[in-house]
């Protein structure tokens, strides 16, 4: 199945009603004031989905423009009535013809490019839109933690006003290819009937160090500050899923 077809991009924001988006904006405006060199105030967003870190970004100010591969992802993003602006490209080949004082790449986005092609062609267009010395933040899954901790499966029941959304998730690792292919599977109810089910398999990379630092290099971009996610100051260990990069454009 499609990554994020229509069925699973209309129950996406309730699934992920308990991500602490407003946390997460308050952290990577922590990051641009320490590491920023210079004002923070334009913001291009890799992989923008429903618009969950685009929309809050833009009410604080910042201008704001979120990049997508999926119309029905970006769709509720614009339904949110937001001065962020919403372009549909693919992020391994956008090129909008702007420059950014920050690029970000939130909730993995960067682990969904599974290839080292793909990997590359993504941070070109980070490095392609911003200045030097401009600033990249991402958060990424980590592989120490992934291989110590491995997949688990998980199910979650979110009420609707007309019934429930089930979700249950099941992971299994692919260790040559560094990638653990997560397998969703929902069902929408409404009054006691499934009204609507669908089934969709995210294959996600892991990385490691020097990897990371590595293709970062590769791509114009200087890594300063490899952290846990959500606590960039600390350092990542096997009991940290997703770590942060924290990069300048050279």
């Not at 922590?30 to 923008?48: A, E, H, I, M, Q």
């Not at 119309?71 to 001065?83: I, T």
Request: glycine share 8%.
């Amino acid at each position: 199945m499609t990554v994020f077809s229509r069925e699973y991009a209309s129950v996406y924001d309730l699934v992920y009603q308990d991500k602490d988006y407003a946390f997460e904006c308050d952290l990577l405006e922590r990051v641009f004031r320490t590491y920023g060199n210079g004002p923070v105030r334009s913001v291009l967003d890799l992989g923008c989905g429903t618009g969950g870190h685009a929309v809050p970004l833009a009410e604080r100010g910042y201008q704001v423009l979120g990049v997508d591969q999926s119309e029905e992802m970006l769709a509720r993003a614009r339904a949110r009535g937001s001065a962020a602006r919403f372009e549909r490209a693919d992020l391994n080949e956008v090129d909008l013809g702007q420059r950014f004082d920050a690029v970000v790449m939130m909730f993995a986005v960067l682990g969904y490019q599974l290839t080292n092609a793909d990997v590359l062609a993504a941070l070109a267009s980070v490095r392609r839109h911003l200045s030097p010395g401009g600033l990249f933040f991402c958060d990424a899954w980590y592989g120490p933690a992934v291989l110590r901790q491995r997949p688990t499966d998980r199910i979650k029941v979110l009420d609707t006003p007309a019934g429930q959304v089930i979700r249950a998730a099941s992971g299994e690792l692919d260790t040559r290819h560094q990638m653990c292919s997560v397998r969703y599977h929902v069902w929408r109810i409404e009054h006691g009937q499934v009204v609507a089910e669908t089934t969709e398999r995210h294959p996600v990379r892991y990385f490691f160090p020097l990897e990371l630092e590595l293709f970062l290099t590769r791509s114009g971009l200087q890594l300063v500050k490899l952290g846990r996610f959500p606590d960039v100051e600390g350092d990542p260990d096997e009991s940290t899923w997703s770590v942060s990069a924290i990069a300048h454009a050279v």
